[in-house]
């Protein structure tokens, strides 16, 4: 017989094997979408999953499936959640829930680190969708690089073209103003372009800041040599960036991102309806602080520590030799 | 087994119009028009926007799909009188719409779930509705697709892919007819990606990466299969549009089929490249010319 | 009396990169319905002449002077003719400026070239002989018939069977559509046997004009001119 009917004969008898798989066991399934491959996602996914242990004490199949920032392979995930009638749909970022709400109105949404309001929410019917927020506010953010550095006033705001991203950058820029810090914002849509835009720096630059952004984060060893180079702070919003080689950052430990969802997660298998829970924000602040890479940027590591006892945030040692 | 096929088919359908514009552009104007990925983001971007700021859905799709014309406009500019090559020109035009994409939507992603779209009326009786609603769309964009590659247009442009030389000799104007051909590949694009924003509830400004080499993977691969099963020459469009349909169709069954048979995604590219060049071994002739039917 | 439909005066032609002159001193004058045979060996210069005429180049010096008339050019290379990838039937609708003639129309007309097309009408040119594509080619040229039909070695790609018939095929088409031909070659026999002048090359130069071929040829000198 030719090799291609064969083939042919093959994939069909796979494709029949697919349709008749057999149903997994009774306990509940969840499927947790993760948009791209990073260390952010790993932690969110290891908070929700240790947690949701502890708090749901049955089994549960927890199915993690990355999409590789694949818009297609993103819809065939979800669909196949749906169609195989996931208990739980548990996407992470913005783009992931959206699509996730587009395609699955049945089973409940817990969304993670997505920009939602509680109008969306409302706007669903019927409304079957719980959120995690992980955005800090860039009053926060300034405030407290104001406290470390009061002298400061020219700081180049580095971003990519993330949705998440955007609103944020114009929100920071005008807080900025407030504190009489000239914010000038860079953006590097891949990172090559992050490349040059770290070298084309404005010479007036007094410090590097980034938002919780995975591409920027992604190049952050590129940010932290040119911090070095000039004696400026590279500041950031993320714990994993100053494992990486950024100065210090304030933000939230990613893992009680996912520890937030998990919570929601298990009032929803205990029957709980989705739409029923409150909008969980990420409020503990953390200050993260690499004291080796602060050395390189020739920073006192004082400042930073006692601007995080002033406004009462919890402080962390980072460094590149210790991974979370 | 019918949920997996209705999956197919709901991805399947919102592709199938960038799919026939990657053909054309492809085998029939012999360009690789990378410019089809910013239009299909483009056309998604303008709706959304436009939907957002009010604008009725059916005067937002016309003005998104007018768009996507305006760039494959603008990339024929670019390759005027052959002074850019036409891949680069299309790489060109991709990097000044990746700018333009963003000034027009004025962020980076824009939620659709609660707007009044060309479909959101057909979702809300039913899903089944609503996808019957996108098909009768994709089906119109096609039918038209085929009945403009079908006339004296269609001709000069497979004339002008072929030959442009003598097509010149014999007195038409070119660069007109390659003007319009791109604008109408990148409307298909554009209509394509308005299409998916309203199934999929955004409009996202990475949402075309990538689209055009699936797209130009799907049709090769469909084209390689009818090939085996059809041995005479059929006519030149319905051969077209077959194989786009068969190619589409068969890599998201591939991808949707793989991910249920719970092949992790992440090896899951690995694992599909893997079979679609059994797949081709098996099936391609290596005496047929390439991109001839 | 027949009128002077092309002149060309003391025309020079020198490419950028090529050191000698690719043609030099040519003097001549071609009239209505002529059937001209230029003949010469490679190298000659008779393929740069035919692309003077459809200004493809232009003289380095003298002039070349013709009236608005169409001009269209066949080459050995059926393909810079013909599209390919496209149908018998795509090719001629193509040529044609009329869409509304049927397919039975066409098929009359390219019968008369090559019998085999008729029944090849929706069969890609690519799959058809060298022969056919280049009876096609003639075919669709004189479609609209030119008031100049330039022909550069177009038999020359073929066997001999194939090019005794195309060239047969071609002396009838230009005398029925009354056109006036020039035809390159560097084979004697076609000189000898079609049209009714010819212009011998060597080296960028005329080497001889014949136009009576009923008078005394000196075959010598044409001999001279193919090798």
């Excluded at chain 1, 947790?32 to 932690?43: F, N, Q, R, S």
């Excluded at chain 2, 010149?168 to 070119?174: D, E, H, Y």
């Excluded at chain 3, 019968?111 to 056919?132: A, D, T």
Aim: glycine residues 6%; hydrophobic residues 45%.
């Amino acid at each position: 017989m030719k090799p291609f009917i064969k083939h042919c004969i093959i994939l069909l008898i796979l494709t029949g094997l697919m349709a008749c798989q057999p149903e997994k066991s009774s306990q509940p399934k969840i499927g947790i979408i993760v948009p791209l491959e990073h260390t952010a996602m790993k932690e969110i996914v290891a908070g929700f999953s240790e947690t949701l242990t502890n708090l749901y004490h049955q089994p549960v199949y927890i199915k993690v499936a990355n999409a590789q920032s694949d818009n297609n392979l993103q819809r065939a995930i979800i669909q196949q959640m749906r169609d195989e009638n996931y208990t739980m749909i548990v996407p992470i970022g913005t783009g992931a829930t959206e699509m996730s709400l587009a395609i699955v109105h049945n089973q409940p949404i817990v969304s993670l680190a997505a920009k939602l309001s509680e109008h969306d929410r409302e706007q669903r019917n019927p409304c079957n969708v719980a959120l995690v927020r992980d955005e800090i506010s860039s009053k926060k953010i300034i405030e407290f690089i104001h406290a470390v550095y009061p002298t400061i006033k020219n700081i180049a705001l580095i971003h990519s073209a993330a949705d998440k991203v955007f609103p944020e950058v114009n929100e920071t820029i005008s807080i900025g103003k407030q504190y009489g810090i000239t914010i000038t914002h860079i953006m590097a849509a891949t990172l090559p372009e992050l490349t040059s835009s770290v070298q084309s720096l404005p010479r007036e630059t007094q410090a590097i800041f980034i938002l919780k952004d995975s591409l920027i984060v992604s190049g952050i060893s590129t940010l932290a040599k040119a911090a070095s180079e000039r004696h400026i702070p590279l500041i950031t919003s993320d714990q994993g960036s100053v494992q990486d080689g950024a100065g210090f950052a304030l933000g939230v430990h990613e893992k009680e991102i996912g520890v937030a969802g998990a919570k929601l997660a298990s009032e929803i298998l205990l029957g709980k309806p989705a739409c029923a829970l409150p909008i969980a924000e990420m409020k503990t602040l953390t200050v993260f602080i690499n004291k080796k890479a602060l050395f390189g940027e020739t920073q006192n590591e004082k400042l930073i520590s006692d601007a995080a006892a002033k406004f009462g945030y919890k402080i962390e040692f980072t460094d590149s030799t210790k991974k979370v | 087994m019918s949920n997996l096929i209705f999956s197919v088919m709901t991805q399947s359908l919102t592709f199938l119009p960038l799919s026939l514009a990657i053909s054309i552009s492809y085998s029939i104007l012999r360009a690789t028009d990378m410019t089809l990925d910013g239009s299909f983001v483009l056309g998604a971007g303008v709706f959304a926007r436009l939907i957002t700021q009010g604008c009725s859905p059916p005067l937002a799709g016309i003005i998104a799909l007018f768009s996507g014309a305006s760039c494959g406009m603008m990339v024929s500019l670019i390759q005027r009188g052959g002074k850019v090559d036409p891949l680069l020109a299309g790489i060109l035009a991709y990097f000044i719409l990746v700018s333009a994409n963003l000034a027009v939507m004025g962020k980076p992603n824009i939620n659709l779930l609660s707007q009044t779209t060309l479909l959101s009326s057909a979702f809300s009786i039913s899903e089944l509705t609503g996808w019957s609603v996108v098909a009768c769309y994709s089906i119109a964009i096609c039918i038209v697709t085929c009945l403009a590659i079908n006339s004296r247009f269609g001709l000069i442009l497979r004339g002008l892919g072929d030959n442009p030389a003598l097509l010149q000799r014999l007195g038409k104007n070119i660069e007109t007819y390659r003007l319009a051909g791109f604008a109408f590949t990148n409307l298909l694009s554009a209509a394509s990606g308005c299409l998916t924003a309203q199934t999929v509830g955004y409009a996202d400004i990475g949402m075309g990466f990538g689209m055009t080499l699936t797209g130009i993977g799907a049709i090769i691969l469909g084209q390689q299969i009818l090939r085996f099963f059809i041995k005479k020459s059929a006519p030149r469009i319905v051969f077209e549009f077959t194989a786009c349909l068969i190619g589409v169709f068969i890599y998201f069954l591939a991808i949707n089929g793989l991910l249920r048979l719970d092949i992790n995604p992440v090896y899951l590219k690995m694992v599909l490249g893997m079979i679609l060049i059994l797949f081709l071994r098996t099936a391609v002739n290596p005496n047929l010319s390439r991109n001839v039917t | 009396m027949k009128n002077t439909i092309l002149s060309i005066e003391n025309v020079a032609l020198k490419i950028p990169g090529v050191e000698k002159n690719i043609l030099s001193e040519i003097n001549y004058q071609v009239e209505e319905n002529d059937f001209i045979v230029i003949l010469g060996s490679n190298g000659s210069g008779k393929s740069s002449l035919l692309k003077l005429l459809n200004h493809h180049y232009q003289p380095t010096s003298g002039k070349i002077l013709f009236n608005s008339h169409t001009i269209k050019t066949l080459t050995q290379n059926c393909h810079e003719s013909l599209f390919t990838s496209l149908t018998v039937l795509e090719n001629c609708y193509l040529y044609s400026s009329d869409r509304k003639k049927n397919p039975n129309y066409f098929a009359e007309y390219i019968k008369k070239f090559n019998p085999n097309l008729e029944l090849k009408l929706n069969q890609k040119v690519e799959k058809l002989s060298g022969g056919e594509k280049q009876a096609l080619a003639l075919a669709l040229c004189v479609l609209h018939p030119p008031k100049i039909l330039l022909l550069d070695e177009h038999t020359s790609a073929l066997d001999p069977k194939s090019a005794q018939k195309l060239m047969v095929l071609t002396q009838e088409v230009v005398a029925q559509h009354k056109i006036t031909c020039l035809l390159t070659t560097h084979d004697l026999d076609i000189a000898l046997n079609y049209g009714n002048r010819i212009l011998a090359l060597r080296n960028g130069k005329i080497l001889q004009i014949i136009d009576d071929k009923n008078s005394n040829l000196n075959q010598d000198s044409l001999l001279a001119a193919c090798y």
